[in-house]
T-cell receptor, first 111, second 112 residues
Framework: DADVTQTPRNRITKTGKRIMLECSQT?????MYWYRQDPGLGLRLIYY???????NKGEISDGYSVSRQAQAKFSLSLESAIPNQTALYFC??????????FGPGTRLTVL | DAKTTQPPSMDCAEGRAANLPCNHS???????VYWYRQIHSQGPQYIIH???NNETNEMASLIITEDRKSSTLILPHATLRDTAVYYC?????????????FGGGTRVLVKP
């Protein structure tokens, strides 16, 4: 079984809808991250969490919120989706030396 | 993060070793070298990291020069499934946030 899982893998939604992307991990890591990737571009950090009580904004947090329900679970919400939030979303966990382990990604399309 | 420079692309024959170079001439003493790869539209995959010494794991070997200004990732027996974009990153694991920043990477095509 994969160490980092994401659901759903694909999602199509309409402008203005609220959606949630979920991430679970079995690596036992405290630190978790949400990134987005746009075609031809690198990763951009949305939010990160050092533990269940420590949530931090990344470089592009506007329009997103997160919830760290437990060490193993980190959810990303789009409160009111807009078309320019169409992207690939990746969740990751962090090991001892900042090696990061990524989930398979969620392909989100906002119409 | 120290700036890294990689060739934009390279081809490799299946079954042969693939040697991927990376320059990081401004690397600081606290910065490690990390390698990741990303197969099209899949999640980035951690490969290996090192500080000074050469490192080997089940996926690859990492050779770091003595002055630490460059490194080489070696895939010992490339397979078609190793076709991907490979990213070299030099970063301090203690830096706040620890976000990953991928540069252009090297697009590796493994040919039969």
């Amino acid at each position: 079984d994969a160490d980092v899982t994401q659901t759903p893998r694909n999602r199509i939604t309409k402008t203005g809808k609220r959606i949630m992307l979920e991430c679970s991990q079995t690596k036992g890591h405290d630190r978790m991250y949400w990134y987005r990737q746009d075609p031809g571009l690198g990763l951009r950090l949305i939010y990160y969490s050092f533990d269940v009580k420590d949530i931090n904004k990344g470089e592009i947090s506007d329009g997103y919120s997160v919830s760290r329900q437990a060490q193993a679970k980190f959810s990303l919400s789009l409160e009111s989706a807009i078309p320019n939030q169409t992207a690939l979303y990746f969740c990751a966990t962090r090991g001892t030396y900042n090696e990061q382990f990524f989930g398979p990604g969620t392909r989100l399309t906002v119409l | 993060d120290a700036k890294t420079t990689q060739p934009p692309s390279m081809d490799c024959a299946e079954g042969r070793a693939a040697n991927l170079p990376c320059n990081h001439s401004t690397i600081s003493g606290n910065e490690y070298v990390y390698w990741y790869r990303q197969i099209h539209s899949q999640g980035p995959q951690y490969i290996i990291h090192g500080l000074k010494n050469n490192e080997t794991n089940e996926m690859a070997s990492l050779i770091i020069t003595e002055d630490r200004k460059s490194s080489t990732l070696i895939l010992p027996h490339a397979t078609l499934r190793d076709t991907a974009v490979y990213y070299c990153i030099a970063t301090d694991p203690q830096a706040a946030g620890n976000k990953l920043t991928f540069g252009g990477g090297t697009r590796v095509l493994v040919k039969p």
